[in-house]
């Protein structure tokens, strides 16, 4: 049972635009929704999070929206660099799971020139 | 460095043999997670330890894994047995003790990658 998805395994965007990453889960007991970055070879990095309660986090860049009644969320990172190009990870937390993470499969994100 | 380490990085075995992996978490964590990684797939949550407790085994499979923190020394993962299928990325995470984090935020290390021929 995926109870997160993220169903765009790859996305190609350009240098400056933006780039859209999307993620939908089907718990309704998560109240944490994180996003990881990972290069090859390495550990996922922590990117940024949402709550529940919240419905817009941004940072720098890297902008999440939740939708909760559609059970879903999704990175915004604008404007998009090369360095950006990597796999994202999209992860939910349980309540009261301390840092137990339900992880989605991934979206490669290559940043074209 | 200050971040979680995790050895070996690579670590090739055959079939029937042992693997032991290693993880020390970061300064001041005490909450030790491990994850693994199938080829095109991803993290999975196999285990979540705190010092000298298993607190949440779920993911784990049934046999021939098994996982400690003991009060001294790094978290081990242990697979006993290997199969081909056991090839994987395995991850280490911490996160510092309760009501010290709220966000459910993991540190991960770089992972074990286990090539079992």
């Known amino acids: 049972d995926q109870q997160v998805k993220q169903n765009s395994p790859s996305l190609s965007v350009q240098e400056g635009r933006i780039s859209i990453l999307n993620c939908d889960y089907t718990?309704?007991?998560?109240?944490?929704f994180l996003w990881y970055k990972k290069y090859p070879a390495e550990g996922p990095t922590f990117l940024i999070s949402i709550s529940s309660i919240k419905d817009k986090n941004e940072d720098g860049r890297f902008t999440v929206f939740l939708n909760k009644s559609a059970k879903h969320l999704s990175l915004h990172i604008v404007p998009s660099q090369p360095g950006d190009s990597a796999v994202y990870f999209c992860a939910a937390r349980v309540t009261g799971t301390a840092s137990k993470l339900t992880f989605g499969t991934g979206t490669r994100l290559q940043v074209t020139l | 460095n200050a971040g979680v380490m995790q050895n070996p990085r690579h670590l090739v075995r055959r079939r029937g043999q042992e693997a032991r992996l290693r993880c020390s978490p970061m300064?001041?964590?005490?909450?030790v997670y491990w994850y693994r990684q199938l080829p095109e797939e991803g993290l999975k949550f196999m285990v979540y330890l705190q010092k000298e407790n298993i607190i949440d085994e779920s993911g784990m499979p049934k046999e021939r894994f098994s996982a400690e923190f003991p009060k001294e020394g790094p978290s081990i993962l242990r697979i006993q047995q290997v199969v081909r299928g056991d090839s994987a990325a395995y991850f280490c995470?911490?996160?510092?003790?309760?009501?010290?984090?709220?966000?459910?935020?993991?540190?991960f290390g770089e992972g074990s990658r286990l090539t079992v021929l």
């Open positions: 995470a911490s996160s510092p003790p309760d009501g010290d984090w709220d966000t459910g935020e993991l540190f």
């Open positions: 718990n309704s007991m998560f109240d944490y």
């Open positions: 300064k001041g964590h005490s909450h």
